[in-house]
């Protein structure tokens, strides 16, 4: 049984501070200021943004459609209740929740011949033959309990790393901090390329600079971008500056770990992977965050053509279950040719970018004595996450938005 509290007592004689937020903007007061001084306005908000039912700009609010439309259903289940009528279970938890009703239980009339709680003496005695047991009642509610389990996006990468696993791939680790030189300067990327500004990565303030680099291979990623050295490029044609490549960075990419394995695995086959964190100076919104997880992976043989790759992420995803893949050419410093890959988000109904990926160029192995072809890719797990499980906001995956109640209840359907 559940009864109504002081203050689902007060919402029901003056109604639910989000919907007289809404009747208020209706009646023609719009700006945030003025809406502030109402008495309620704290609350009103926060659930009618919860609700989607407002949207704020410019420091005015715009009641969206579906609120105009929408009845109160909580107005109405708090009415229903005060009678003592039946609610929904969902409503029931939601004014829970909000505190507006508390549950009031019944105590039953000891009925002494009832033994309510089995202790040593009645099983010693023998009484247990003879005397009625309390039943339970089933029907009463009992409270969620939220036990710890795997967040999805590990359920995600467990299943990712399984599937490489079992393709053949081995495992790399990297640094997460690492040195410019290793995330750019060999990946062929020239020191005044965009990405290698503060606008789109994070500079380590200490350390400001890597204390050492591999002085071999130095020479020859200098040589390959001032004229092409030895890789039969002319190159990018400037003066490369070790200064440059020696600052250190959060990597923006694990192709960073790619390159440490290519200098120790120089000859093929060869076939790595990894599933770790990346991070960029992105705007945050629906399907971009600061940090997020890429997948990681190159493949070396000799021949290796194009094909091998589309066919390598066809059987990927397949496994994975998305079998609506798309390649578009792109261009990336390091890779010749380079695709973007592209998936179908059932819901947002579009076209969402996955991953991005290429075969090596010479300007970026020779360096390292690697003749063997080598094929690569970077995908992002959260994208991948989002196509599979028709989640359409990245931040309700991981992040200081993210949606607690959905992730409580995210199903267990990766098996690894
Ligand atoms: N580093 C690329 C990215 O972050 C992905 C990529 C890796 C592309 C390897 C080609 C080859 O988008």
């Not at 695995?265 to 060869?270: I, L, Y």
């Not at 050419?329 to 010749?336: A, G, I, K, L, S």
């Amino acid at each position: 049984m559940y009864i109504l509290t002081k203050e689902g007592e007060r919402y029901l004689e003056d109604g639910l501070p989000e919907v007289r937020l809404i009747k208020e903007i209706l009646s023609g007061k719009t700006s945030m200021k003025e809406l502030q001084r109402l008495p309620y306005f704290t609350i009103g908000f926060m659930w009618a943004k919860k609700n989607g039912w407002i949207t704020v700009s410019d420091g005015e609010i715009k009641v969206e459609a579906k609120a105009r439309s929408a009845k109160p259903e909580l107005e109405a289940a708090l009415a229903e209740l005060s009678k003592g009528n039946e609610v929904g279970l969902k409503l029931i938890d939601t004014m829970l929740s909000r505190k507006l009703i508390e549950e009031r239980r019944e105590i039953p009339a000891l009925n002494e011949k009832e033994i309510l709680q089995l202790t040593p003496e009645i099983i010693k005695s023998g009484a247990w033959e003879k005397v009625p047991f309390k039943k339970y009642d089933v029907s009463l509610r009992t409270p969620d309990i939220y036990y710890g389990r795997k967040h999805i996006l590990r359920m995600a990468l467990d299943k990712v790393s399984r599937i490489l696993i079992e393709m053949g791939f081995k495992e790399m680790e990297g640094p997460i901090a690492d040195a410019e030189f290793f995330v750019y300067d060999c990946l062929f990327t020239p020191q005044d390329h965009p990405a290698r500004t503060q606008w789109d990565q994070f500079s380590l303030a200490k350390p400001k600079m890597i204390k050492a680099l591999p002085d071999g291979v130095v020479a020859k990623v200098k040589a390959a971008h001032e004229n092409g050295g030895d890789t039969g490029s002319k190159g990018w044609g400037y003066k490369w500056d070790r200064e440059v490549a020696r600052r250190m960075v959060l990597r923006g990419h694990t192709t960073s770990v790619t390159v440490h394995y290519l200098m120790e695995h120089r000859k093929p086959p060869n076939r790595f992977f990894s599933i770790d964190k990346v991070f960029r100076n992105d705007s945050i919104d629906r399907t971009h965050l600061l940090e997020f997880y890429q997948i990681e992976g190159w493949v070396m043989d000799d021949g290796l053509t194009v094909r091998d790759l589309m066919g390598t992420f066809g059987e990927f995803y397949r496994k994975l279950g998305i079998n609506d893949v798309r390649f578009k050419p792109t261009f990336n410093p390091y890779t010749e040719p380079s695709f973007e890959i592209y998936g179908k988000h059932p819901k947002l109904g579009r076209w969402l970018e996955i991953g991005n990926s290429g075969m090596f160029r010479e300007e970026m192995l020779k360096p390292f004595g690697i003749e063997a072809r080598v094929m690569a890719w970077g995908l992002a797990l959260e994208r991948t996450l989002m196509l599979l499980y028709n989640y359409d906001d990245i931040r309700n995956l991981h992040g200081t938005l993210c949606d607690l109640d959905s992730l409580r209840e995210a199903p267990t359907i990766w098996e690894y």
